[in-house]
């Protein structure tokens, strides 16, 4: 049982014969619901408009996540976009595992990765996703992302593209969860759903970079070296 299960030992208390289809369905759609709309609150855009009077989407990459505000503004404004990510996807997880235990905890993961990906408030054009599934992965089921990031540094060291390592890690989400559910107690196939669903959101969510990556024009990442911010138009 990962740590955040404690908390949620309660739910089981409740007796199967307590629990409405209705509710249950009701309960379900409420945490997929808070999921999205918590993803949808984009720190990137927020943070680049606000402090800086610019869109980040129309700048570096293109993209609303964490990297690219590295790249184009700064230290602060990433390590801000990176903390704000973080905690949105940690409430949305919290939220779903003390409502309905590992499935609520999966099912906010994931719509808060599909929120932030396709922000309503945003004109759904969002982020990749890395950091939101970093951070549900880590809080459902530490040993899997123990393993899921070593292959990311493994991959980072060889290549120094983190869109390459952040692919690569994905790939082999699902392989990880599969393989600690054979001999882990408690295990169902939903975690493997869900990790599959969540591995294909992060991987198309990176098509162009895959496109960038088989012409070798992706960018790497050049330590102590500072980047131009120039206009994505």
Do not use: Q
């Amino acid at each position: 049982m990962s740590y955040l299960g404690y908390l949620g030992l309660f739910v089981e208390k409740i007796p199967p014969e307590a629990r409405s289809p209705w509710l249950t369905a009701g309960v379900l759609l409420l945490i997929a619901l808070v999921g999205y709309l918590l993803g949808s609150v984009n720190p990137a855009v927020i943070i680049s408009r606000k402090k800086y009077g610019k869109d980040v989407r129309e700048y570096g990459s293109g993209n609303a996540g964490m990297t690219n505000m590295f790249r184009c503004f700064g230290k602060t404004a990433g390590f801000l976009t990176l903390a704000f990510d973080s905690l949105k996807a940690l409430v949305a997880v919290g939220i779903g595992y003390l409502v309905f235990g590992a499935t609520g905890a999966y099912l906010g993961g994931f719509f808060c990765l599909l929120g932030h990906s396709f922000p309503v408030f945003f004109g759904f054009m969002g982020g990749k996703g890395v950091i939101v599934s970093a951070i549900t992965i880590l809080f459902i089921d530490p040993l899997v992302f123990a393993a899921i990031a070593v292959i990311f540094g493994l991959m980072f060291l060889a290549t120094r593209i983190v869109s390459a390592s952040s692919i690569t890690a994905a790939f082999f989400y699902p392989a990880m969860v599969y393989a600690f559910s054979r001999f882990l107690p408690g295990r169902t196939g939903l975690e493997t759903l869900f990790s599959l669903l969540i591995a294909i959101l992060v991987i198309a969510m990176h098509r162009e970079n895959i496109h960038r990556l088989m012409d070798r024009t992706e960018k790497k990442v050049e330590f102590g070296k500072k980047k131009d911010k120039k206009n994505k138009k």
